[in-house]
């Protein structure tokens, strides 16, 4: 009977707080996106930042893609980027796409800087959300510096300054970038996109 | 969370979903699409050498005309770091008078704030300096792109 009564209880505690968290789940979505209002008439340029993610995400996804073939070698690394364009199926377009990703990233970074700056967006109190753009801008470009030393057949590199090159391309960069991020969003959230607080 | 739904009324403001969800969704779908093109039109080098001019990147030009132009090491990378930090204390360096707190349920203040606000950080033509320091820069930077070294 005891015993009973204990699972009894104890299925009476999870369902409390299954129900707590679905409550909890639900709010937090109506709250944030289905009954959220935000300001009418927001510019279609103002979806630059959002595609600047996109588009960090793609080279993240193709980039993952690539870590599994690449070899930091200076005898290896342009045959396993060729390994991976001609023989893996659908590698050349992981490949072309993890190419090509950054110029387009860069341009919708660029562009999302150009509008902030000259709509006057980062005055008080938004002034860090302009210092940690402005990092991710400058880790983006030293992404690509990184990444495009990679595949190079170059004999002035040593497998070490590869390898070194290759950790700062997958792990250092994309790392400071998640943090600045990260802060970038969580400053957003707090002080909204373009009014007086 | 900011809220946007304070001191407004409500034709002032629209619903974050549907109407934001698929501006982001439409826009990010024509992204997709410029850069499968931009796959099949441009050729893809795998032999890269950074040195080399045909292949330095368009964002990555004014640097390397730069550093071609300079011929000292040092003296470039101290730019370079100079240059960096300007572009990221920006907000710091033009600052006016922070704005006054914002008044407690008053929509009229906070009308009349928000006309401040506006005025007191506006857009960038709006003050002469900074503005002609980035027309400037912006010129300087795409002039280097084009010089020949």
Redesign the interface.
């Known amino acids: 009977m005891l015993q009973k009564d204990v699972i009894h209880n104890k299925d009476h505690t999870e369902t409390v707080h299954e129900t707590e968290n679905e409550n909890f789940l639900k709010e937090f979505i109506e ?4 009954r ?7 510019s ?1 340029f103002g ?1 630059m930042g ?2 600047s993610l ?2 960090f995400i ?1 080279q993240l996804g193709t980039g993952i893609f690539l870590m599994f073939y690449f070899v930091p070698s200076t005898r290896e690394a ?1 045959a396993s ?2 390994y991976v ?1 001609h023989r893996v199926s659908y590698g050349w ?1 992981i ?3 993890h ?6 990233m ?3 970074v ?1 562009s999302h800087m150009i509008r902030i ?4 967006i ?3 109190p ?2 860090l959300h ?2 940690s753009g ?2 991710l801008l ?1 880790l983006t ?1 030293l992404m ?2 990184t990444g ?2 990679l ?4 004999d002035k590199y040593s497998t070490v300054h590869l390898t070194f090159l290759y950790a700062i391309h997958i792990a250092g960069i994309p790392l400071a970038m998640v943090l600045c991020m990260g802060m970038h969003f969580f400053m957003i ?4 996109i373009y ?3 | ?2 809220d ?2 304070k001191h ?1 009324r409500p ?7 549907p ?3 698929f ?2 969704i439409i ?2 779908c024509f ?1 997709i699409v ?2 499968l093109i ?2 099949i039109v ?1 050729p ?1 080098h ?5 040195k080399k001019p045909d292949h330095i ?4 030009l004014p640097v390397y005309k730069l550093n071609k132009l300079i011929h000292h090491e040092t003296l470039f990378i101290s730019l370079l770091i100079f240059f ?1 930090l300007l ?6 360096l033009v ?2 008078k ?2 006054t707190a ?1 008044p407690i349920n008053k929509e009229q203040d906070t009308r009349i ?2 006309v401040r ?1 506006t005025k ?8 002469p300096i900074p503005f002609t320091i ?1 027309i400037v820069v912006i010129i300087s930077v795409v002039m280097l792109c084009f010089i020949n070294l």
């Open positions: 709250r944030s996106i289905t959220r209002l935000i300001p009418k008439g927001l279609w979806c959002g595609l996109l588009a793609i342009l980027i060729q364009s377009l490949q072309r796409i190419a090509i990703g950054p110029h387009i860069i341009g919708m660029l700056l000259f709509k006057g980062y005055h008080h938004r002034e302009w210092v402005a990092c400058i470009l690509y510096y495009s030393l595949p190079a057949h170059n959230r707090k002080t909204g009014e007086p607080l | 969370m900011k946007y739904a407004k034709e002032m403001l629209e619903p974050f979903f109407n934001e969800i501006r982001h826009v990010s992204f410029i850069e931009a796959i441009f893809l795998t032999n890269l050498v950074i990147p368009w964002f990555l960096a572009f990221i204390s920006w907000p710091f600052s006016r922070r704005h914002l704030h928000h606000y007191r950080h506006g857009n960038l033509w709006q003050s980035v």
